[in-house]
């Protein structure tokens, strides 16, 4: 009985050891796990499976998978050349712009707002907003806008291409329909924090249509927007 007690003991001891010289994988994943352990598996566009030193096996899926490198070249800093990515979670926005009017009325503007939403994984982003702008124009001096915001980033890296859409209402001095599209390009600047630089299109409706001698005021206001904001 002690014999078999020992050579099982001595089993599992050589499998201990065995497994620590074969746990040389870091798997870093999007949501900033880090998993070591030995790389099992991994089938491309598909998934990685791992085997940890507890015995266990785990299977991601490549989605989730940030970077695969070896333990001994990695010196235990995995992922930090990608905190600069977009991360799953709370987002939120300051953002200035200024809009070139065109079309009859012409109206140039600034304007300030704030979005906060929530990113649901790399690439997609939902959220909501509050804004002001003021038109130079004396027709209408100035809006609240209210809208909802929905963004794609295309790839989960510190420099990456974005398409932006927002959409909602105004009141004021001109009260109506709120839409902008915009594309850009964002820089991350370290974990949770960017800068966001781009170009697009506003159109603002108003429900009041009037025409007078010096300061027409027509059904909408519309023109070339350019943006820069702040991520955290």
Same mark, same amino acid.
Request: glycine share 12%; proline share 2%.
């Given at each position: 009985? *002690?014999?078999?007690?020992?050579?099982?003991? !001595?089993?599992?001891?050589?499998?201990?050891? +065995?497994?620590?010289?074969?746990?040389?994988?870091?798997?870093?994943?999007?949501?900033?796990?880090?998993?070591?352990?030995?790389?099992?598996?991994?089938?491309?566009?598909?998934?990685? %499976?791992?085997?940890? !030193?507890?015995?266990?096996?785990? #299977?991601?899926?490549?989605?989730?998978?940030?970077?695969?490198?070896?333990?001994?070249?990695?010196?235990?800093?995995?992922?930090?050349? =990608?905190?600069?990515?977009?991360?799953?979670?709370?987002?939120?926005?300051?953002?200035?712009?200024? +809009?070139?009017?065109?079309?009859? %009325?012409?109206?140039? *503007? #600034?304007?300030?707002?704030?979005?906060?939403? @929530?990113?649901?994984?790399?690439?997609?982003?939902?959220?909501?907003?509050?804004?002001?702008?003021?038109?130079?124009?004396?027709?209408?001096?100035?809006?609240?806008?209210?809208?909802?915001?929905?963004?794609?980033?295309?790839?989960?890296? *510190?420099?990456?291409?974005?398409?932006?859409?927002?959409?909602?209402?105004?009141?004021?001095?001109?009260?109506?329909?709120?839409?902008?599209?915009?594309?850009? =390009?964002?820089?991350?600047?370290? *974990?949770?924090?960017?800068?966001?630089?781009?170009?697009?299109? +506003?159109?603002?409706?108003?429900?009041?249509?009037?025409?007078?001698?010096?300061?027409?005021? @027509?059904?909408?206001?519309?023109?070339?927007?350019?943006?820069? !904001?702040?991520?955290?």
């Amino acid at each position: 009985m *002690k014999k078999i007690l020992f050579i099982l003991l !001595s089993l599992a001891g050589m499998s201990a050891m +065995t497994l620590s010289a074969k746990s040389k994988t870091v798997l870093s994943l999007k949501n900033g796990s880090t998993v070591y352990g030995e790389l099992v598996e991994m089938v491309v566009g598909e998934h990685v %499976t791992m085997l940890l !030193s507890d015995g266990s096996q785990w #299977v991601y899926d490549m989605d989730e998978v940030l970077k695969i490198e070896d333990l001994a070249k990695s010196g235990l800093q995995v992922g930090k050349a =990608c905190d600069s990515g977009v991360k799953k979670g709370y987002r939120g926005f300051v953002e200035a712009d200024y +809009t070139l009017g065109v079309g009859k %009325t012409k109206e140039d *503007k #600034v304007g300030f707002s704030t979005t906060h939403g @929530y990113q649901f994984n790399p690439h997609f982003f939902l959220g909501g907003g509050l804004g002001a702008n003021y038109y130079f124009q004396d027709s209408s001096n100035g809006t609240f806008v209210m809208f909802a915001d929905f963004r794609y980033d295309l790839f989960d890296r *510190k420099f990456t291409p974005f398409f932006d859409f927002k959409g909602g209402y105004a009141i004021g001095d001109v009260e109506g329909a709120y839409l902008s599209p915009t594309i850009g =390009c964002r820089m991350g600047l370290g *974990k949770n924090f960017a800068m966001n630089f781009g170009l697009g299109y +506003t159109l603002q409706r108003s429900f009041e249509t009037t025409v007078d001698e010096y300061y027409p005021i @027509y059904g909408s206001m519309h023109g070339f927007t350019t943006r820069i !904001s702040f991520e955290f």
